[in-house]
């Protein structure tokens, strides 16, 4: 059963920017949880505390781990799901405040003041009266956050719909064997279309992009407690080592150190 993550909405009463510009909410599951396509007419900032959560917007695929946040400007059609148990936090923008900040997605990596800012702001910034400490706060939190550098690790979708079959298939099934010629094949294009176009629509070559949606979908595994050598397999490497480090050329740290941040532990090797 999909249900959303239960985070009550920012009632705004002014198109200034004055205070309530931010509401929030904090929240822990226990289950994998799903929120359907949607948007929302005020920007969002969603923090993890322990976990794993993942959006998915039309032309990118974000995940969120332990420590990061993600900023979703207003009005941007996404999906949310999370893996297993989570904690986190998100803070809603009113739409004045929001236009100060990129009207694109972007991940970064929360320092401590941040997160402790935050913490205190989604638990006690929803529905109450705003005193001058708590706009103190809120400002300082808003300093904060926009300054912090921004983290490249999304997985960008093509927009092309031959492309775009090929990356649902391969997302589906990111152990798929068959190599760049059978894909463009598939895609009924020519190896030389397929290599121009993909890297036009992403960005990047498809075998980069593949082994970054193969780590992406080894961390959704991580964070549901599976064994660092089953998620390897899970995802198409034979070798333990092949998977470490590939997925420390993108994550900068281990499989092994990633299960223990999100709160794992089972993971059985490196």
């Not at 894909?183 to 960005?203: K, Q």
């Not at 593949?210 to 595994?221: I, K, S, T």
């Not at 150190?257 to 090797?269: F, I, M």
Request: net charge neutral; proline share 9%; charged share 20%.
């Amino acid at each position: 059963m999909c249900a959303t993550f239960p985070i009550p909405p920012l009632t705004p009463d002014s198109a200034t920017g004055e205070p309530p510009w931010l509401s929030g909410g904090y929240f822990s599951q226990t289950t994998r949880r799903m929120a359907e396509r949607h948007e929302h007419a005020y920007g969002q900032i969603l923090g993890v505390d322990e976990g794993v959560i993942g959006i998915r917007t039309e032309p990118s695929y974000w995940q969120i781990g332990p420590g990061q946040c993600l900023w979703l400007p207003p009005g941007l059609p996404h999906q949310a799901r999370s893996h297993g148990a989570i904690t986190g936090w998100l803070l809603y923008i009113s739409e004045a405040r929001s236009q100060t900040l990129s009207s694109e997605p972007f991940l970064t990596q929360g320092s401590r003041l941040l997160r402790a800012q935050a913490e205190r702001l989604a638990r006690h910034a929803s529905g109450m009266i705003w005193d001058k400490p708590l706009f103190r706060l809120a400002e300082s939190f808003w300093d904060e956050f926009r300054s912090l550098p921004h983290a490249a690790l999304s997985l960008p979708l093509p927009m092309d719909p031959r492309l775009g079959r090929v990356a649902d298939l391969l997302s589906d099934n990111p152990a798929d064997p068959r190599e760049q010629p059978d894909w463009a094949s598939d895609a009924g294009m020519s190896p030389r279309s397929f290599v121009r176009r993909f890297m036009a629509e992403t960005g990047m070559p498809f075998s980069t992009w593949r082994r970054r949606l193969r780590v992406l979908a080894a961390q959704e595994l991580l964070a549901r407690g599976r064994s660092v050598t089953d998620a390897a397999l899970e995802v198409g490497y034979e070798s333990s080592g092949a998977f470490g480090a590939a997925f420390r050329s993108i994550t900068g740290c281990s499989p092994r150190e990633y299960s223990k941040l999100r709160g794992g532990g089972h993971d059985r090797t490196s």
